[in-house]
């Protein structure tokens, strides 16, 4: 391997290592506020991509219809009028009208609109009724549910591999290099959402709250923070990451309707790294996932999933070892 | 599992093989592997709370040794049997060691890691032919006897089926099973009985690990051929939710859910590309809807639905009939030795310091209380001494040797018993079961010989001795009732009688008094007198002070995380430190 090569497989592993990040820090925010490992993230991210695409080709994407459906038990166990009877109504009428001028940023815009109100249905359906269950079977609910998605995402999208429209097709050369816009872009959304987030978490009530509720659920409770309305901002945000991450990684590589479960295993794997709990240490972890698995790609491509999971285990070792021993577990 | 059960499991196991047609030979042999596999799961999920998403893989395992030792190797199926469930224990044990003292959910996670791993290996490894697969594997052989015949395998089967079932039972029926059962959500509770609740969760993952290599000899020898696709993660997913939609918290759940999912997802396969036109994994969407719709509505599955059999109390454990002799009177102590001491013990949480410089001692043949207004660190002070918290600075000495670095179960070896402030009982099982696991350490005998019944006189001993316990303390009359079901002051005294079946020589009571009547609290200072004088130390933390002072020799006073006074109870009560911290200062 040459030093041409060696870079050009550094960037990809970046910005892969940036998309795992995304979902990390995803997958943190929802099992610290809510305990669930939301395995469906994943399939979130492949739905972003996917009706992004759709749109891009002049389609109504079939989510949508998945997102009114969602909507309407959602509606009848809940009466949120305006949120899932206004908004979706509104999404649905502007789809109508918007997806036939097959623009890339529309249809960008409308693919994160219609996934991330999935985040909080996917929380109102799914886990508000399990909510005080143990983490184990919030787990089996959330594997159980990432079938479901990928069924659906098979109905709408059929098996074949889609592309998103890039947000710049430019590229520059740096000496030997061949940087691409695409790639500076996801990794400059990644930075610009960390930052947001840390605003967010630092700044706003609903930020302060969500952090009240992850660390102490039942305090935060106590002192008048809605546990339902925490649940359903984290997976807002969840699902609002996953179909970022999901237009950003579509215009590098094509996805479908099931790609996104190995994209959020990797995701697991960075968050697990950070021990469920540090974002420094998740997103370090992310970028080694994406170089190694871009490197092990290269060198060894058949065995890219053993090398990728076999990293787990000395984390978990150390981890291993670190762990209080008579601590009650979950 | 009583011998009429399985008598008649075995009655059908022979007799299926003979009557069905051969369709459904076929459809059985797979219902009964996937029960092996789920009876594992049923052990790992439902009873000791862990649960796997990559069971499949170690079906896989051991299906890929046999076929290589009998197709290629010309060994006979004996050997791949014994090498195929050796390695898939040993990658179990491996698996278990890396993450058995971390969550729950990370040994879920981590085996949805491995489970892609395997699948993945087994179809790049260039010996295991990638997904071509590997045909003619050699039918199953016993002497000259040659099983070519899928009806003779499925006999086999069966009766595997049986066996693992019927061992399962037995294990459940054990004192290791009592600890299994403590794994579940109670595991401070089974430390300070002196489980190591690390030690077993591991072993019971190998349990699980082992049936599904037993089901994936089967499987080779069975199907005669093999490739990586019933070994993926998909077919992980569905043993597990075939224990859901059974029912976890049952053996039985194990082959009711294996047969709805295998026979429904034959029907799936019929029927649904017919109605939608087109082919694809939709039913595993439909299973994953009711196992949503199950957890939702009704998590214990539908064996208990079908059987209407919801909270049934547990059946009665039979008198023993010969039991081994076990003496129930505590390990001697000297009397005046220092049993235990607290030197200079502090603890902080973050900022906070529960316990401040606190030193004081307890001896045998006394009644040491532990006073304090709320949140003046007497809990805390237990979980330092208990091994379930450790000191940030200090030591603890127990019966004259260092604690520290010591877990609890270790500390409840050495002769400490506690009982907790917020009552920690299994209240699904019996009261008798429940006071049982404080006699764990009675017990040597080990998982293999529990599954095969070899455990019965050391097993009627330990329930013996539960009873004298329970005895003891009033409690006979309700040892068989559900620990769940009593009123909150009688599951105090279950858990003194389970702390006593440890035979203690150092008590912990936390409250104990709390909760109970008055003639019951005159019975329990009868009882921790009558203990005192049989040389036991007591340490109790309580809050009435009529029975503290009535029984105590002496009372160390608590306030702030600082021990603010000490002494005879009648000393203590004038003290004005003491007062102040009761009634507030003085004016």
């Known amino acids: ?330 | 599992m009583k011998p009429p059960a399985w008598l008649a499991l075995l009655g059908i196991a022979v007799l299926a093989p003979l009557i069905l047609p051969t369709f459904y030979v076929t459809l059985a042999g797979y219902i009964g592997l996937a029960t092996i596999v789920a009876l594992g799961l049923v052990l790992l999920t439902g009873i000791s709370g862990q649960t796997s998403f990559g069971q499949a893989s170690f079906v896989g395992i051991a299906a890929y040794a046999t076929t290589l030792l009998t197709r290629y190797a010309d060994q006979p199926p004996i050997i791949g049997l014994i090498v195929g469930v050796l390695v898939t224990g040993i990658v179990a044990w491996l698996l278990g060691l890396i993450t058995a003292r971390l969550s729950g959910h990370f040994l879920a996670l981590v085996s949805v890691a491995w489970g892609i791993s395997f699948f993945s290996l087994f179809g790049t490894l260039p010996w295991l032919h990638g997904f071509n697969g590997i045909g003619d594997i050699p039918p199953l052989t016993l002497g000259p006897l040659s099983a070519s015949d899928q009806r003779i395998n499925l006999a086999v089967i069966l009766v595997v089926v049986a066996t693992v079932m019927a061992m399962s039972a037995n294990l459940l029926d054990s004192r290791l099973g009592r600890a299994i059962r403590a794994l579940n959500g109670a595991r401070l509770m089974g430390e300070s009985m002196g489980i190591d609740t690390v030690r077993l969760s591991r072993h019971v993952f190998v349990i699980a690990g082992i049936f599904a290599g037993l089901a994936g000899f089967l499987f080779a020898h069975f199907q005669r051929f093999v490739s990586p696709t019933p070994f993926n993660l998909g077919a992980s997913i569905d043993y597990l939710f075939m224990v859901i939609i059974g029912g976890s918290e049952s053996l039985w759940g194990a082959p009711v859910g294996a047969m709805l999912v295998v026979v429904l997802r034959d029907q799936f396969n019929d029927w649904i590309p017919r109605i939608t036109g087109r082919a694809g994994d939709f039913e595993a969407l439909v299973f994953s809807l009711v196992v949503i719709l199950l957890l939702q509505r009704a998590p214990e599955g539908l064996l208990p639905l079908l059987m209407r059999l919801k909270r049934q109390p547990p059946p009665p454990v039979l008198p023993p009939e010969t039991a081994a002799d076990l003496s129930i009177a505590p390990a001697a102590a000297t009397p005046g030795e220092e049993v235990l001491s607290v030197e200079s013990v502090s603890r902080y949480f973050g900022g906070l310091a529960a316990n401040r410089d606190v030193t004081f001692s307890v001896r045998a043949r006394e009644i040491v209380a532990l006073i304090g207004p709320n949140g003046a660190g007497k809990t805390t002070l237990f979980n330092v001494v208990s091994g379930v918290i450790a000191p940030s600075f200090g030591t603890v000495r127990l019966f004259g040797s260092i604690a520290r670095h010591r877990r609890p179960h270790h500390i409840a070896a050495s002769g400490v018993a506690r009982t907790f402030q917020h009552v920690r009982l299994l209240g699904r099982r019996s009261v008798l079961e429940n006071i049982a696991l404080g006699a764990h350490l009675s017990g040597r005998i080990g998982m293999l010989r529990a599954m095969l019944r070899l455990d019965r006189s050391e097993e009627a001993a330990l329930l013996d001795h539960a009873r004298q316990q329970a005895a003891r303390l009033g409690l006979t009359p309700l040892l068989d009732m559900r620990a769940g079901d009593l009123p909150l002051g009688q599951q105090r005294v279950v858990e003194i009688a389970r702390a006593l079946c440890l035979r203690p020589r150092l008590l912990l009571l936390d409250e104990p008094a709390a909760g109970l009547r008055l003639a019951e609290k005159q019975r329990l200072a009868v009882l921790l007198r009558q203990l005192r004088a049989e040389g036991m130390g007591v340490l109790l933390v309580e809050h009435d002070m009529d029975f503290v002072m009535g029984l105590a020799d002496r009372v160390v006073v608590m306030d702030f995380g600082q021990k603010i006074a000490e002494g005879a109870p009648e000393q203590v009560q004038s003290d004005p430190a003491v007062m102040e911290a009761y009634l507030g200062a003085a004016a």
């Open chain 1, 1 to 330: 391997m040459d030093s041409f090569i060696f870079f050009a497989l550094l960037q990809d592993g970046i910005t892969t290592g940036a998309i795992y990040l995304l979902l990390a820090i995803g997958l943190l925010i929802t099992f610290s506020v809510t305990r669930v490992i939301f395995v469906p993230q994943g399939d979130l991210l492949a739905f972003g991509a996917l009706t992004a695409a759709s749109l891009q080709s002049g389609h109504v994407p079939g989510t949508l219809w998945l997102l009114d459906g969602f909507s309407v038990l959602a509606l009848v166990m809940s009466r949120n009028w305006l949120a899932w009877g206004v908004y979706p109504l509104v999404l649905t009428a502007a789809a109508w009208f918007l997806a036939p001028l097959e623009q890339p940023a529309i249809s960008i815009l409308l693919a994160l609109a219609i996934v991330t109100p999935m985040g909080p249905l996917i929380w109102r359906l799914a886990f508000r009724p399990v909510a005080d269950a143990s983490v184990l079977s919030l787990l089996i609910v959330s594997m159980a549910l990432h079938f479901v998605i990928i069924g659906m995402g098979l109905v709408f999208f059929g098996p074949e591999e889609a592309r998103v429209p890039a947000i710049t097709d430019t590229s520059f050369d740096l000496g030997q290099l061949n940087i691409s816009g695409q790639s500076l872009c996801v990794l400059g959304s990644c930075v610009v959402l960390v930052a947001g987030l840390r605003w967010f978490f630092n700044a706003t009530m609903h930020g302060k709250a969500l952090r009240a509720a992850a660390s102490d659920r039942l305090g935060a409770r106590l002192v008048g923070i809605d546990a339902n309305a925490t649940g359903a901002l984290a997976f807002g945000l969840a699902a609002f990451i996953a179909a970022l991450a999901g237009v950003l990684i579509g215009a590098v590589t094509p996805l479908s309707y099931d790609a996104g479960f190995d994209i959020g295993l990797k995701g697991f794997v960075a968050a697990i790294m950070g021990g469920l709990v540090s974002y420094p240490l998740a997103a370090a972890g992310a970028v080694l996932v994406g170089v190694l698995e871009s490197l092990g790609s290269f060198w060894a491509s058949a065995y890219r999933e053993v090398i990728v999971f076999t990293l787990l285990i000395p984390v978990l070792v150390w981890l291993s070892l670190r762990a209080g021993s008579g601590e009650e577990r979950a």
